[in-house]
């Protein structure tokens, strides 16, 4: 268990560099689509949205990351924490964010649901990956 210690902070900047890969590269295949259909002024919209994603993508990660210094019979408990942390954060700042009148809320609306899905894809991958190196240390 002591070597998952170490295994915490790689994993999350690893992570870190996923998620916002991923997000860059979704933002730019939207950007022709999101201009043609919103106009130029969706375009601030979907950065929104996507960052509202992200950031509820990243702080629904920090219960899984931390399972890694935890026994493997704490794993699921992470992983449904996650997706409960993740979930309350998204809802938390679409409400705030749509609230605010700063943005279009079609837009933004929309390239929250976009991005969410796609995330919940990586956060997926990544707590398979997890689940699998703590399952590895106490086997060994």
Request: proline share 6%; aromatic share 6%.
């Amino acid at each position: 268990m002591t070597g998952n210690h170490s295994r915490v902070r790689p994993e999350a900047l690893s992570l870190l560099m996923v998620t916002v890969g991923t997000v860059a590269a979704l933002a730019a295949i939207g950007y022709v689509p999101t201009t043609r259909l919103g106009g130029p002024e969706a375009v601030p919209a979907m950065l929104a949205g996507c960052a509202v994603s992200t950031l509820a993508s990243l702080f629904g990660a920090v219960p899984t990351l931390l399972a890694l210094r935890k026994p493997a019979k704490f794993l699921p408990q992470s992983i449904l924490l996650s997706t409960a942390l993740r979930f309350l954060v998204v809802l938390l700042l679409t409400l705030a964010t749509a609230l605010s009148g700063w943005f279009d809320a079609a837009p933004l609306l929309v390239w929250i649901a976009i991005s969410y899905v796609v995330l919940l894809l990586v956060d997926s991958v990544y707590a398979l990956r997890l689940s699998s190196i703590i399952r590895d240390s106490e086997n060994s």
